[in-house]
């Protein structure tokens, strides 16, 4: 730190615990004397406050003392040093004057020279801005005289060409007539000269309008530029009336030369623009008004077609590989410098846009879907051949963005098409699927190699899935959207059943509409259920999503992926609804069978305190316990439409629960027989004590709780037969096993057999 103090050292070498000389207090720090920033009188503003001013003086007179100690011995150390300065310093001043004089000389000469260097660079950029000035003045005055020779040029050449009254004479051919049974008019070798030599110099003066357009574009505030605009501009009106004409009867004539220097010409001018429109209204107008007749004004021509447009489309295109492929070919020719030209989308497709906006307007109308899809795909097939005349994907693309091929595009609302299929195919299903009951249909089959579905929803189902997909709906750029449609029906089948089965479950179909016909239904009605659901799983994971694919193959790898693995999740999904299916059927069989089972109630009252003797045989109850459910496995619906896995599903599932519920029964009246039975015994027992007779009276009679057990023991051997009969093994019933255990004898306990 510089402003920390160092220990001083002692007054000697053995004065070890006296004060050192130059030893101060605290709050004086002989280090901030050395500071840049030093303030004599800040200093001892800040000082006064604590430090009295005679403190302050005898502190800094011994400093002042301390440190004339110190130059006395720095003198001494280097007294050397110190005498040999003064005598190296002798007559410094004379030497100092010497060498200042020609020192200030040498400045005074570079001042002379920097001046001199000054004013000859201020002349020479004077000379340069001067020469700067005259070389722009030269160029303009060369631009002005360029501009004047292209004018005159231009205004000679034109004068070189034919009056449009006179020379172009085979301008008014009608291009109906020009053409023979070859496809070409033969015209005289001295009228295609001229033609040619026309067009030859069209394209010079569409040159020099080109290079006058520059010089223009480069000198255009000035007066001189100014003058000349009105030559200029009936220089340009005569160049363009020409240059029509030339084009027109190069058109009429099928002058392939003509036509090139006339496209060439038109570029060079960069006016392509015009040689689309005299393309449009001389050649593509008449033609597309002959295939689509319609007023100047817009209105419809009496006589007129209906709004299909298939057949326009193939007139058209004859026409357009007949009257157009000419000019077609020239401007896409390679190397020619023609492909700013677009002939396909600015002549040809935008009067075809035109005569349907005017003469068919309907055809652009959803309201009528079917019209609507044949029209649009009549539209995209004619776009493509349009495309075929395109030289390159470059072309393509160009022939893609242009204004025209968007607009015709915006025409046809595929949105509200979709939105109006959406409709026509959820319509159908939604309302087949809110009717009040299951609807069966007759003579229906989904497939030629599948089976017959027999339900009015699920063949409303399958129908609105293959709509989605078939030609007469599917618009491939809306394919997304009818994938999520098909996954939305499939998702509202679903949730149809599911819902169904739950209101059945819960008694009451609240809230839900649609659900009456779960509570209505009989059990033989859901095996219908069953065998459509597998039918569907079935035609939605093999036929159905086989075709969705090929309608798709266009699509990438990951997208069929996504399609294949959407479709098969909800074809999952209808069969995980099976087990729900089997499950209401098995509860309706059950709650059937437990009427019977009920019964069993009435073996106490057969045997409680009266003297009947031990049963011989079954009770009557329970040859009808599993009659309902052989009653349904013997019906016609499940044998003609259960497989055989659904059927022993069932048939085990429903057999194990009325085992199930028959043990809860029969283990219930057991334990009541045996607690009533021991309270019977234990007053007894009293009653004899009192009496003081023997306790031994009737414990050789049987009692009452073995006689009803031994009814149950044979009311279940007599089960257990029915379950063999139906192909059940009773033994392996876990509640069964209980139910043996329960009522067997006790010989009987660890075998069963009937």
């Not at 130059?71 to 030497?95: C, E, G, Q």
């Not at 008014?172 to 110099?201: I, W, Y």
């Not at 097939?381 to 893609?400: I, M, N, Q, T, W």
């Not at 086989?546 to 069929?560: I, P, W, Y």
Request: glycine share 4%; aromatic share 8%.
């Amino acid at each position: 730190m510089p402003d920390q103090i160092s220990s001083p050292a002692p007054r000697s070498a053995t004065d070890l615990f006296s004060d050192p000389l130059d030893s101060h207090p605290l709050w004086f720090k002989p280090s901030l004397f050395l500071s840049p920033n030093f303030d004599s009188e800040s200093y001892i503003t800040e000082l006064r406050t604590f430090v009295p001013f005679d403190t302050l003086r005898s502190e800094l007179q011994a400093h002042l003392s301390s440190l004339n100690h110190e130059l006395i011995d720095l003198i001494n150390r280097d007294y050397a040093d110190f005498v040999n300065l003064s005598t190296k310093l002798v007559d410094v001043d004379s030497a100092v004057l010497r060498m200042r004089a020609p020192l200030l000389e040498l400045r005074d000469k570079i001042q002379g020279f920097r001046g001199a260097v000054e004013g000859s660079l201020l002349a020479l950029k004077d000379g340069l801005s001067q020469r700067a000035e005259a070389t722009a003045a030269r160029e303009v005055l060369e631009l002005l005289l360029d501009t004047f020779h292209v004018v005159s040029k231009v205004e000679k050449l034109i004068k070189e060409l034919p009056s449009v009254a006179s020379d172009w004479s085979n301008g008014d051919v009608n291009p109906v007539q020009k053409k023979n049974a070859s496809g070409l008019q033969h015209v005289e070798n001295g009228t295609t000269n001229l033609r040619e030599t026309q067009s030859m110099l069209l394209e010079r003066i569409a040159s020099e309008m080109n290079r006058l357009n520059f010089y223009i574009a480069h000198a255009q505030n000035l007066p001189f530029i100014q003058n000349m605009e009105k030559r200029i501009r009936s220089a340009s009106l005569l160049l363009d009336a020409s240059l029509g004409h030339c084009f027109v009867d190069g058109l009429e004539h099928w002058d392939a030369n003509a036509i090139y220097n006339c496209l060439r010409a038109y570029a060079a001018v960069d006016s392509t623009s015009n040689a689309e429109e005299i393309f449009r209204t001389t050649i593509v107008a008449p033609l597309i008004q002959k295939v689509i007749p319609h007023g100047s004004s817009g209105g419809l021509v009496s006589g007129a077609s209906g709004d299909e447009l298939e057949n326009d489309y193939q007139q058209i295109k004859k026409y357009v590989e007949n009257d157009c492929k000419l000019l077609l070919e020239i401007s896409s020719a390679e190397n020619s410098g023609l492909h700013v030209f677009d002939f396909l989308a600015n002549s040809i497709l935008k009067e075809v846009l035109a005569a349907i906006q005017k003469g068919k307007p309907g055809a652009f109308s959803p309201g009528r879907p079917k019209e609507f899809l044949k029209n649009y795909k009549s539209s995209l097939d004619f776009l493509a051949y349009l495309e075929g005349y395109c030289p390159s994907r470059a072309a393509v693309a160009k022939f893609r963005a242009e204004p025209v091929y968007v607009e015709f595009m915006k025409q046809w609302k595929v949105g509200v098409y979709f939105s109006l299929r959406f409709q026509e195919i959820a319509g159908a299903l939604d309302s087949a699927l809110t009717a009040s009951s299951l609807v069966l249909v007759q003579n229906y089959q989904s497939d030629e190699n599948s089976q017959n579905l027999t339900l009015k929803q699920s063949v409303t189902l399958l129908e609105s899935l293959r709509s989605c997909w078939s030609e007469e709906v599917l618009v491939l750029s809306c394919s997304d959207k009818f994938l999520r449609l098909s996954l939305q029906l499939l998702s509202r089948y679903s949730n149809w059943l599911s819902s169904g089965l739950a209101a059945r479950k819960k008694g009451s179909a609240g809230a839900n509409p649609g659900c009456e016909w779960a509570l209505s239904a009989a059990p033989d009605d859901f095996v219908y259920i069953i065998h459509d659901i597998n039918c569907l799983a079935k035609e939605i994971s093999g036929a159905y999503l086989d075709h969705v694919l090929q309608v798709l193959s266009s699509c990438s790898t990951e997208v069929l992926d996504l399609v294949k693995q959407s479709i098969l999740y909800c074809g999952k999904s209808l069969d995980d609804l099976l087990p729900l299916v089997i499950n209401t059927i098995m509860e309706a069989l059950v709650q059937k069978s437990v009427e019977d089972l009920r019964q069993l109630k009435g073996i106490t009252a057969t045997y409680r305190m009266t003297n009947k003797p031990l049963p011989v045989r079954h009770s009557p109850y329970v040859a009808g316990v599993l009659r309902p459910l052989k009653t349904f496995l013997d019906g016609e619906r499940a044998t003609t439409y259960l497989t055989n896995a659904a059927r022993n599903d069932l048939l085990l599932g429903a057999a194990t629960e009325i085992t199930g519920r028959y043990y809860e029964l029969a283990a219930d009246l057991v334990s009541v027989a045996r607690k009533t039975e021991s309270s019977l015994q234990r007053i007894r027992q009293g009653a004899q004590r009192r009496a003081g007779a023997s306790s031994d009276v009737s414990d050789h009679n049987v009692s009452d709780t073995d006689k009803i057990c031994m009814q149950l023991f044979l009311d279940i051997q007599e089960y257990g037969r029915n379950l063999a009969t139906l192909g059940v093994d009773a033994a392996n019933i876990t509640a069964y096993r209980s139910l043996w255990q329960c009522v067997a004898p006790a010989d009987r306990q660890s075998v069963i057999n009937f």
